[in-house]
């Protein structure tokens, strides 16, 4: 495919010529719904915790959607506005936003990029990530890296390209890239994304490391290897996977990579097991306290693109709550909002696996066509699953925490929190983490959409309640008493974001 007559090894000369594509400025229209209304006697758990959103202070979230509406952690309102038609490109332009950039590809500079196709996937210029991080991760030597930015702002292609670039391309039977990530879903995505913007590149090769994919005793036998550690560390461990030449590792999620009490341990077995390694890469959106110093250790002196907490959100996703009578009536609540998950695509996040087949089952019983994702389903299976959601044959997925990061389904307009994620041991803490990554599953690169989380006892509104404290977060409580208007208000979200599904870059 390349129109070079002799490529070498490098990756300039394997890029094929690119054809510039023209690209429409297609638009979302973006109606942020807030609406005032009067503080209203509730007998809640709201109502009775001693918190911002408690007792006279709060405000609901009703029918009137150009108002205001007090948020919990009582930070700033949401001021109504009419509809107001949103183009990417105005987004882009906002220098505010975590999709912005100064610059086009071209004037990134690199001969590496040679505009890399992109144009082809529709992307008209870099978002701040892909500005930022890619000239540090291109240079010479090769430096490490742990770049944090909010979700769906791109940072897989950051690392994509990053990773393309170090390959030898005389060598297509050579692993010499590995990338993991926590799940194998997210892992099939970056093998798909690796594949698309690969397909201009002469010669890559890539291969998946994820349960079920390379049988037993057949070789690892692609430059790039994309999959989840213990997969990975099985495949060195019984000399499958030759890594003596392995000069990229990059982890996606790497926050959750690193958790020493789940993945890191894996992952720190990996690192050892790739001696050559000449750049590590640490990509997520979120870098909580606790792993910053084994990052560190994984990644010495790395070059470090950092957010603040109060940045950690995209202003895309309007986060909203409901304080549900009981544990009994989520299940209501939930049949209740359908029709409106329907809209659009919806992922529904329950902590257990059980959790998840109960109300799959009894959703599909009253009538509802939904389906399930988790743990204990086979492999073959998740995959033709997440395939069927996101070509959206199936609009509304059931899941755990499995699909929480990573997974980038443009047409997922809601996301909703049945239980609050918490970790620890029983459950004793908010995992505010797992809620940002979560929701970030809608409002991709400058969507629109609706995360709406269920409370119905002290813990979990206490649980959302420190969630919202710790990243600033604005969250609109729904008055599930006056579901007609909480309708309106969130269809008219919804409908909103269903406008940008087509969104082009
Ligand atoms: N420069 C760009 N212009 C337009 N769209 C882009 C650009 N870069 C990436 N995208 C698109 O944005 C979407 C989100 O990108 P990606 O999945 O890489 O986000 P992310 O930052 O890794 O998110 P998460 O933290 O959830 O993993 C993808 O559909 C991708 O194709």
Known sequence: MSDTANPSGSLADRISQPTPSKLDGASTTFSPSAAKSEAKEHTSWADEVASPIAGDKEKQLGGQVDGATEPLGGSQLHEATSDVIVKLSDIQGDVNSPLHSVKTFEELGMRVLDLFRLYALNFRKPS???????????????????AQSQSGTGKTAAFVITILSRLDYTKPHQPQALCLAPSRELARQIEGVIRSIGQFVEGLTIQAAVPGAVERNAKVAAMVVVGTPGTAMDLIKRRQFDTSQMKVLCLDEADNMLDQQGLGDQCMRVRQMLPTVQQVLLFSATFPDQVN??????CPNANEIRLKK???????????????????????????????????????????????????????????????????????????????????????????????????VSSVSMVINYDIPMKGRNDSEPDAETYLHRIGRTGRFGRVGVSISFVFDRKSFQALDYIGKQYGLE???????????????????????????????
């Open 293 to 298: 110093g084994y990052a560190d250790q994984f």
């Open 475 to 505: 969250l609109l409580k729904l008055d599930q008493d006056d579901w007609d208007e909480t309708e309106v208000t969130i269809h008219r979200v919804i409908k909103s974001s269903r406008a940008g599904t087509n969104l082009k870059a």
């Open 310 to 408: 109060d940045q950690l959100t995209v202003k895309g996703i309007t986060q909203m709550f409901v304080d549900c009578p009981s544990g009994e009536e989520k299940y209501d609540i939930l049949a209740k909002l359908y029709g409106l998950m329907t809209i659009g695509s919806s992922i529904i996040f329950v902590k257990m696996r059980k959790t998840a087949d109960q109300i799959t089952e009894r959703l599909q019983k009253d009538g509802h066509k939904v389906v399930a994702i988790h743990g204990a389903f086979e492999g073959g299976d998740r995959d033709a699953i997440l395939e069927k959601f996101r070509l959206g044959e199936y609009k509304v997925l059931i899941t755990t925490n499995v699909l929480a990061r990573g997974i980038d």
């Open 128 to 146: 701040k990530i892909q500005e930022r991080a890619l000239p540090l991760l291109l240079g010479n030597p090769p430096t490490n890296m742990i």
